[in-house]
């Protein structure tokens, strides 16, 4: 992981100073913000009524912890006056570099000092957050969970990412069954805050990206007690696969890949998965079905073909190429189709051919986009006709794949380290 310029604290004078005068607190709610002044007047006003709802005796802080917006988010933050004895705010620029990685660090820090029973960190951009979004995350932490991740409803065609890599990987390398690994908000205890603010990541990429992952990684390898809180539909910002999620596939992927050389040693040995907990109700809210741009998907797909064509053939097998090349002819979309097996193999030698080139590796991780867009191209398909249920027990069965395929993993990676 690439260092960078490394600071002893997240925090600014005037933070310090405000925590000093608190004292203490019971429930830190950490809000990263950065160019967020559409939502975060909504996103701050809900969580002051959830806390107002469900933990009216507790002293609770808001904290917006933002990446040096020069738009409103910060002076429109700071009208959101809680009007409560027990709930104090704080909106501040955090130290380091930029990321959601360095403005987490700043909320850890304030968390730690004012030892903070609970903490609950939520994305700036949230439209669908509720009050019992405080309530399912808060709770668990109160009666001994240390990592509360998110499960949210989503359509069936929503969060590609996680259903074609994060999920798989994170259920097969770590044997969890956590569904959102990269959700972007969680539910966290002092003793799990303590943990990540003593590891050596701050002045590295996690800093800047992939925290989410990290945060979910960490609190499995370091034996924290896990749950997943049922919430309602997580809508925020752009949600089609063809627009622009390559920079953040690369971003994820990276993270894991990355993490796959730390944790080596933990995930080579684990066999299987298992279960984690899933607490409270979900709210009362339908994900909204959304148009995918298909089309676009397999454009993308065929053009990387055109650009990375060598590259695909060195790194991945000879029968998965051909099966790429057979695919790239297919003029019919509703009959693009990729098998889950080749998929899966892509994956796992994509994460050696990453470990075997460290001074090119993102470079190679680009060339695993195109391939991606094809994967999500193929998923229109495969769930065209199937209800949320339905499509829920077909990612599960990809996942099971995944777990099933590790040993073809683990050959590849001590092969590239050897």
């Known amino acids: 992981m690439t260092k960078i310029t490394r600071f002893s604290t997240a925090l600014r004078p005037h933070v310090t100073a405000k925590i000093e005068q608190l004292e203490y607190a019971d429930i830190v709610v950490g809000i990263p913000a950065y160019y967020s002044g559409d939502s975060i ?21 808001i904290m917006v912890s933002d990446g040096g917006s020069t738009d409103d988010t910060r002076d429109l933050a700071r009208s959101v006056d809680p009007k409560s004895y027990n709930i104090e705010s704080i909106i501040t620029v955090y130290r380091g570099i930029p990321g959601k990685g360095s403005g987490l660090r700043a909320v850890f820090e304030v968390a730690s000092f004012l030892k903070a029973r609970a903490v609950a960190v939520f994305d700036s951009d949230l439209v669908s957050i509720t ?39 994170t259920r097969a390398l770590y044997g969890r069954r956590i569904r959102q690994p990269i959700g972007g908000d969680f539910g ?51 949600k089609d696969p063809s627009s622009d999620l390559g920079p953040m596939l690369r971003q994820v992927v990276g993270t894991i890949f990355q993490l796959m050389e730390q944790y080596q040693d933990y995930w080579i040995k684990t066999k299987g998965s298992l279960e984690v907990p899933t607490l409270g109700e979900f709210v ?36 998965d190429f051909e099966i790429i090349r057979e695919l790239a002819r297919t003029e019919r979309s509703d009959r693009f189709l990729m098998p889950i097996d080749t998929w899966v193999r892509i994956v796992y030698r994509y994460a050696g051919a ?14 695993l986009v195109p391939l991606y867009y094809g994967r999500v191209g193929s998923l229109v398909n495969e769930l065209r006709d199937k209800t949320s249920e339905e499509a829920e027990r077909h990612f599960e069965e990809n996942a099971l794949i995944f777990e099933q395929m590790k040993d073809y993993l683990i050959e590849i990676w001590e092969h590239k380290e050897g």
């Not at 007047?41 to 802080?61: D, F, M, R, S």
């Not at 003593?198 to 990684?217: E, L």
């Not at 676009?296 to 053939?313: A, D, H, P, Q, R």
């Not at 075997?356 to 991780?365: E, G, H, I, S, Y």
């Open 131 to 169: 009050p019992e979004w405080i309530r399912n995350f808060v709770e668990p932490v109160l009666h001994g969970y240390d990592y509360v991740a998110p499960c949210y409803k989503r359509y069936k065609l929503d969060g590609t990412i996680t259903n074609t890599i994060a999920y798989n990987l």
């Open 284 to 319: 009362d809210q339908k994900a909204e079905a959304f148009d995918i741009d298909q089309a676009n998907l397999v454009e993308y797909f065929k053009l990387g073909l055109t650009n990375f064509g060598g590259v695909w053939k060195n790194i991945i097998e000879e029968r």
């Open 354 to 367: 990453f470990q075997a080139t460290p001074r090119q590796r993102f470079k190679v991780l680009d060339t």
């Open 188 to 238: 966290i205890s002092p003793a799990l805050v303590k943990h990540y603010l003593d590891q050596d990541v701050w002045g590295t990429d996690i800093a800047r990206f992939g925290i989410d992952i990290w945060m979910t990684t960490s609190a499995i390898v370091g034996g924290f007690r896990i749950c997943q809180a049922k919430l309602g539909v997580k809508q925020h910002g752009q």
């Open 41 to 61: 007047v909504h996103v701050l006003k809900t969580v002051v009524k959830g806390i107002e709802q469900y933990y009216p005796h507790l002293k609770a802080l």
